[in-house]
């Protein structure tokens, strides 16, 4: 009859249940990392996008302010016309009043 000792007895006991513990944690150790994979995995898809964003923004903001400085250019250009065809106007209009007034002191100074 072979008859352990209660010392012996309870240190298999201490060393199964260890043993399994030990089997969980192992388990639950790959079980996080195969969650941090797929979150860095995640994180990488994320940043990515975020990249192409940033990109894709920084090139309209880009023809934005390219559109905006024509059309600062077009509105410079349209009140130059607007003064000068204005201005055309009142020396037209003063020519003809000079004209019909018989005063002929413009002739010289408006050619």
């Known amino acids: 009859m072979n008859i352990e000792s209660p010392t012996i007895a309870g240190l298999r006991l201490s060393l199964a249940s ?10 639950e150790l790959d079980t996080l990392r195969k969650k941090l994979e797929a979150s860095e995995s995640k994180d990488s898809i994320a940043k990515e996008e975020y990249d192409r964003v940033v990109d894709k923004f ?3 903001k ?50």
């Open 18 to 27: 260890m043993t399994k513990q030990n089997q969980t944690l192992k388990h």
């Open 62 to 111: 880009e023809a934005l302010l390219k559109e905006r400085d024509k059309a600062s250019l077009a509105e410079e250009r349209a009140v130059s016309s607007i003064y000068l065809n204005g201005f055309a106007i009142v020396r037209g209009a003063l020519i003809t009043h000079l004209a019909e007034s018989g005063d002929h002191r413009w002739k010289g100074f408006f050619q």
């Open 58 to 60: 920084g090139k309209i």
